[in-house]
């Protein structure tokens, strides 16, 4: 059951930057812990980063740090993955997670998930 949207996936040119949204039904993600998974074409699903009041932000995957972060905004009850000088290799089905009471402890436990959305990143 899909319980969070995610969007802003499409094609990009590699060095290029894109923003993605997970909006959540109904509740702000302030209190919450928010993790961004990604699984590459015919590879299994990694975590990318994750973020919560009391972790602030823990990347994941080496490959994204110094151009991966995130924001939010709370009146949209709206969570961003913005992602800068993109590679090709950066192409997949990325998702976002979250839970009010887990942390970003690895392996972390979320309960709410995203459908996914496509990310596609060309050389």
């Known amino acids: 059951e899909v319980q969070l949207v995610e969007s802003g996936g499409g094609l990009v040119q590699a060095g290029g930057s894109l923003r993605l949204s997970c909006t959540a039904p109904?509740?702000?993600?302030?209190?919450?812990?928010v993790a961004w998974f990604r699984q590459a074409p015919g590879k299994g699903r990694e975590g990318v980063l994750c973020t919560s009041r009391n972790d602030g932000l823990r990347y994941y995957s080496d490959d994204v740090k110094d151009r991966f972060t995130v924001s939010r905004d709370n009146g949209k009850m709206t969570t961003y993955l913005e992602m800068n000088d993109l590679r090709p290799e950066d192409t997949a089905v990325y998702y976002c997670a979250a839970d009010r009471f887990s942390g970003c402890g690895w392996p972390p436990n979320m309960f709410y998930w995203g459908q996914g959305t496509k990310v596609t990143v060309s050389s």
């Open positions: 109904d509740f702000t993600f302030d209190d919450y812990a």
